[in-house]
Each structure stands twice: as structure tokens, then as C-alpha cells.
């Protein structure tokens, strides 16, 4: 019996949202075809249905993953506005949450490391979402070429800082040390986002 395009397009995306939530737990290598298909409730050969290799489900769930950040920060925008849809998401950023749950937050917290040891196949994935990420994250102070690069420069500097703090904090486990690194940027970083973001 032949899949209907509708059911076969819902199981590729359902593979798609496993594979981002699983390699952002994992690790690109350490999450493979016959796991995220498992975990998918499918068979292992099914995988080549949707997908030619695991680099292309890799770019796929990277891409869902950003994805999902950017509607998150738009919702939050159009219901509240611009400044609180950034301390928002600075907040939640450096929540115990999002250290203990890695497949469902930041991909470059989560895969920046492998971003990089595989940049010949998935850096332009990686550098689309965080463009995505700076843009929203960026918010000028006039009009001028000079406002709209310090804007971009303050929005790099920011989420750098954040994804440094995050993969630290992942890297010491729980404990004093976690709870002083992100209480340090919680500091650091909201007066600094209201001057630069309202």
C-alpha cells in the first residue's frame, strides 16, 4: 500500500524533530540513523525515504532546532513586545532548565563544538540560525550604518556570552560553581540588555 504524501511528509518531520532533540542531547555522532528512527517508532530502513544521509537529517534537525528558538522569540515579540521578548529569552537562557534539558534548547549551545569539528557540511546551517538569532537579538538605537553595527556588535556580544555561559555550566555539573556561573551573567547581562535592547 502506498503512503499518502501527507502521512509520508508527518514522518519525516516527525524523524526531523527526534533527530534535532536527540543530537542536541547526544552530539552529532553519538546520535545514530537506528536510534533517532527508534525513537521515531519507525524501522531503520525507512530512513532513506526521507533522506539521502545523516548529514541531511543533521541539517534538517539543525535547522528545526533554530527554527524553533526564532518562532518562540516572535510569539513572545508580537504578544509583548521587542524588549521583553529579549529578556525573555536571555532569561530563560540562563535557567536551570535549559542547562538540565539541552534537546530542547539552544542548538549552539548544545552543538556548537560539533558545528565546528563537521563545518564542512553544517556551518551554513549553523551560521543562517545564528544571523537569525543576532537579528532579533539586535535592535538599533537610530538609523545611521554606525547604530545598526554597534546594535549587531551588542547582540553578538551577548549571545556569546550566553551560550559561553551555558556550555560552562553544563560542564561543571550541578552544584555551587553552576549556580555562581549563571547567577554571574544573570547579573551581567540584564542591565547591559536594557541599555542596549528598550
Given at each position: 500500500?502506498?503512503?499518502?504524501?501527507?502521512?509520508?511528509?508527518?514522518?519525516?518531520?516527525?524523524?526531523?524533530?527526534?533527530?534535532?532533540?536527540?543530537?542536541?542531547?547526544?552530539?552529532?555522532?553519538?546520535?545514530?540513523i537506528?536510534?533517532?528512527?527508534?525513537?521515531?517508532?519507525?524501522?531503520?530502513?525507512?530512513?532513506?525515504?526521507?533522506?539521502d544521509?545523516?548529514?541531511?537529517?543533521?541539517?534538517?534537525?539543525?535547522?528545526?532546532?533554530?527554527?524553533?528558538v526564532?518562532?518562540?522569540?516572535?510569539?513572545?515579540k508580537?504578544?509583548?513586545?521587542?524588549?521583553?521578548?529579549?529578556?525573555?529569552?536571555?532569561?530563560?537562557?540562563?535557567?536551570?532548565?535549559?542547562?538540565?534539558?539541552p534537546?530542547?534548547?539552544?542548538?549552539?549551545?548544545?552543538?556548537?563544538?560539533d558545528?565546528?569539528?563537521?563545518?564542512?557540511?553544517?556551518?551554513?546551517?549553523?551560521?543562517?540560525?545564528?544571523?537569525?538569532?543576532?537579528?532579533?537579538?539586535?535592535k538599533?538605537?537610530?538609523?545611521?550604518?554606525?547604530?545598526?553595527?554597534?546594535?549587531?556588535a551588542?547582540?553578538?556580544?551577548?549571545?556569546?556570552?550566553?551560550?559561553?555561559?551555558?556550555?560552562?555550566?553544563?560542564?561543571?555539573?550541578?552544584?555551587?560553581?553552576r549556580?555562581?556561573?549563571?547567577?554571574?551573567?544573570?547579573?551581567?547581562?540584564?542591565?547591559?540588555?536594557?541599555?542596549?535592547?528598550?
Amino acid at each position: 500500500m502506498r503512503v499518502s504524501r501527507e502521512a509520508a511528509a508527518e514522518s519525516k518531520s516527525r524523524v526531523v524533530r527526534v533527530a534535532s532533540k536527540m543530537i542536541r542531547e547526544r552530539g552529532v555522532d553519538a546520535a545514530s540513523i537506528a536510534d533517532v528512527m527508534q525513537a521515531a517508532g519507525m524501522t531503520h530502513g525507512g530512513f532513506y525515504k526521507h533522506f539521502d544521509s545523516k548529514s541531511d537529517v543533521v541539517r534538517a534537525a539543525v535547522r528545526f532546532a533554530f527554527d524553533d528558538v526564532v518562532q518562540r522569540f516572535d510569539r513572545r515579540k508580537a504578544e509583548n513586545g521587542e524588549a521583553a521578548a529579549v529578556a525573555t529569552y536571555v532569561a530563560e537562557y540562563l535557567s536551570q532548565e535549559h542547562i538540565a534539558q539541552p534537546g530542547i534548547g539552544c542548538p549552539v549551545a548544545a552543538l556548537g563544538a560539533d558545528a565546528g569539528r563537521h563545518s564542512d557540511w553544517l556551518s551554513g546551517e549553523f551560521a543562517a540560525g545564528a544571523e537569525e538569532l543576532i537579528e532579533r537579538v539586535s535592535k538599533p538605537m537610530g538609523n545611521s550604518s554606525h547604530d545598526k553595527r554597534s546594535a549587531r556588535a551588542a547582540a553578538i556580544r551577548t549571545l556569546t556570552q550566553l551560550v559561553g555561559a551555558v556550555v560552562i555550566a553544563r560542564a561543571v555539573g550541578s552544584g555551587p560553581l553552576r549556580d555562581e556561573i549563571l547567577a554571574a551573567h544573570v547579573d551581567g547581562l540584564s542591565p547591559n540588555t536594557e541599555a542596549q535592547f528598550s
